[in-house]
């Protein structure tokens, strides 16, 4: 792999948010993983809930985790130097090569802090994964026309100004409007980032493509840039999201004659993909939702982390989910808490940094005999461990700000390292900071075992089935893009 040629990096832009960029990224890592080359994601600055804990103990964007996984590789805080994870409507805490350095508002983040310090810090990550890769597959975010941000861009065209990188614009056809998106966007563009745009993708096209070929003939004579391919829209690959927007799409209720799982809808609910697991496999439904009735018929509830408990635990408590999950635990259903969830599910949670707002301390739903502090530092690491009494080997992360000590009852799982994590109060009951939990087949096994429904479920292999849908999606991509092309603008000098 690595005495193929050196290719230049290539960036993927978008017309707007939820074009596809990511799951597009995902598909050239792996095709130029499937091509012999060594490639590896990149995006200077991610805003999510969901993030992924590296193997250095850093924390980046899920989405570059997802796409290191693409291209058979461990993922490293260098390919999302720069997160920014919303705790309210306006302020999100930064995250900067891996650690937090603090929370801010929109306002400060774009007005006052130092851009060209955030820009060398990402290139700085850029040129590490550049010195040992090939290629480097990059992603913008939002839109490129925002040109009220463009003096303060250090995601977007700047990088690949700075890389030389060329760069595809994707537009989603779905939405409509794409003709007046794909060219607003690239007139819209100085003419410096205007020459480095190489190609147009367009992308989640229905129907008959071969009807769209007198409009791909017209955009390329109103910009003067070739469309390099046309992607159908596709329900049947699967590959994680990390933004919440698709939790819009995974609403529910129960359903006869299934495991019917629930996740409770928390407002600043992160790390949804530790439920991706279960929501693959045959015979269990799971769905998300903020409806007490819906909590209360389900067999199984799942409490859900969390970028601000504090906050979340108050409303459950005026939404009336607080009661129901409550009352689902003395049904005797199943209920777990993961790491925000947990904390939720304890004795108290004490704030007295204010680390989360101005409430200091707040009783929480009693269901576990912990309680928990919270403190500014963060804790990011993978973690191996063994779960209950099962002797098997299990994986899985943490990233949490505080400490939770337990007061009655066992610990639920033993780390590598010799310590413990979590509480168990019954088969039927327990919480963990271990996001991924559910990822490990034994975990899910104990689970439907303590809840006398059907284990067949189980036999899922999530690992084996993500290394499938990355194929998959790969051998979607090609088939729709000109490869010849791309290869071609990589390699010019």
């Not at 490639?39 to 103990?57: D, H, R, T, V």
């Not at 209720?253 to 949804?272: I, K």
């Not at 129901?324 to 925000?340: L, S």
Request: glycine share 8%; aromatic share 8%.
């Amino acid at each position: 792999m690595k005495n193929k040629e050196k290719l230049k990096p290539l960036m993927f832009v978008g017309t707007g948010s939820d074009v596809g960029k990511s799951v597009i990224n995902a598909a050239f890592c792996r095709i130029f993983l499937q091509d012999g080359y060594h490639p590896a994601p990149f995006k200077a600055q991610n805003m999510s809930l969901n993030s992924y804990a590296s193997s250095e103990g850093l924390e980046l964007g899920r989405a570059q985790a997802v796409q290191a996984e693409a291209c058979g590789i461990p993922c490293l805080s260098a390919m999302n130097p720069i997160l920014l994870k919303p705790t309210s409507q306006r302020k999100a805490q930064v995250v900067l090569n891996g650690k937090p350095i603090g929370d801010q508002t929109a306002r400060e983040y774009f007005l006052k802090t130092d851009r060209e310090f955030l820009f060398a810090e990402a290139m700085k990550a850029w040129k590490t994964l550049d010195d040992r890769y090939n290629p480097i597959v990059m992603e913008g975010a939002g839109s490129i026309s925002e040109v009220n941000l463009w003096d303060k861009d250090i995601t977007n065209m700047r990088v690949s100004l700075e890389t030389g990188a060329p760069t595809i614009l994707i537009a989603d056809i779905d939405r409509g409007g794409v003709f007046g998106s794909v060219y607003g966007t690239i007139q819209l563009l100085p003419e410096a980032e205007r020459r480095l745009i190489k190609g147009i993708l367009i992308n989640k096209f229905r129907g008959d493509i071969s009807l769209f070929e007198e409009g791909r003939k017209t955009l390329e004579e109103l910009t003067g840039v070739p469309v390099i391919g046309v992607v159908p829209y596709f329900s049947d690959i699967h590959i994680e999201q990390e933004d919440s927007v698709v939790i819009d799409y995974k609403r529910g209720h129960v359903q006869d004659g299934q495991v019917n799982v629930a996740v409770v809808l928390l407002r600043h609910m992160s790390n949804f993909t530790d439920f991706n697991t279960l929501e693959r496999m045959p015979d269990v439904n799971l769905y998300y939702s903020a409806n007490p009735e819906e909590i209360a018929k389900a067999d199984i509830v799942l409490v859900p982390g969390s970028k601000n408990t504090i906050s979340d635990l108050m409303y459950l408590r005026k939404q009336g989910l607080a009661k129901a999950i409550i009352q689902a635990a003395e049904a005797g259903k199943g209920v777990y808490g993961i790491c925000g969830g947990y904390q939720i599910m304890g004795q108290e949670i004490h704030d007295p940094n204010q680390v989360e707002g101005e409430v200091e301390s707040i009783p929480g739903l009693g269901l576990l005999p912990v309680i928990t502090t919270l403190t500014k530092e963060k804790r990011t690491v993978q973690t191996a461990f063994q779960f209950a009494d099962r002797d098997e080997a299990c994986s899985g992360y943490e990233i949490h700000m505080g400490t939770t000590e337990l007061q009655d009852g066992q610990p639920l799982c033993r780390l590598s390292d010799g310590s413990s994590d979590g509480c168990m109060v019954s088969p039927k009951l327990w919480g963990t900071y271990l996001h991924g939990v559910l990822d490990n087949k034994v975990v899910v096994e104990e689970i439907m075992k303590a809840c006398q429904l059907e284990a067949k479920a189980v036999a899922f292999n999530y690992n084996e089935f993500k290394e499938t849908q990355y194929d998959k999606l790969a051998d979607h991509i090609r088939a729709h893009v000109d490869m010849d092309y791309l290869y071609s603008v990589m390699k010019e000098d």
